[in-house]
Nanobody
Framework: QVQLVESGGGLVQPGGSLRLSCVAS????????MSWFRRAPGKERELVAA????????NYADSAKGRFTISRDDAKNTVDLQMNSLKPEDTAVYYC?????????????WGQGTQVTVSS
């Protein structure tokens, strides 16, 4: 059974930091690109950061560049998102996503999400 379980969200003041973590199980983690998405109230879901299956390629939304860092540990089946210099506009539910090819089929899995609230 595929599972993606996020943790690390919470309430933080502007300028603060949070580290989100996603633990994956039920699929071959190292074969999958991993991403963090977020959905703010009243807005579309958006990609925040992505890391390739090898970890050699990382991509960030413009809003995340210079503040967020995505990393993965294939030995632990985890992907983290270090978020620094947080702003109120970073408030959203953050979702972990796994996307990869198994055989001839592309799979995409989602976690339940973790709430991040940036407020004074």
């Amino acid at each position: 059974q595929v599972q993606l379980v996020e943790s690390g969200g919470g309430l933080v003041q502007p300028g603060g930091s949070l580290r989100l973590s996603c633990v994956a199980s039920g699929f071959t983690f190292s074969n999958y690109a991993m991403s963090w998405f977020r959905r703010a109230p009243g807005k579309e879901r958006e990609l925040v950061a992505a890391i390739s299956g090898t970890g050699g390629s990382r991509n960030y939304a413009d809003s995340a560049k210079g503040r967020f860092t995505i990393s993965r540990d294939d030995a632990k089946n985890t992907v983290d998102l270090q978020m620094n210099s947080l702003k109120p506009e970073d408030t959203a539910v953050y979702y972990c996503n796994a996307r990869g090819l198994e055989g001839l089929r592309w799979n995409s899995y989602w976690g339940q999400g973790t709430q991040v609230t940036v407020s004074s």
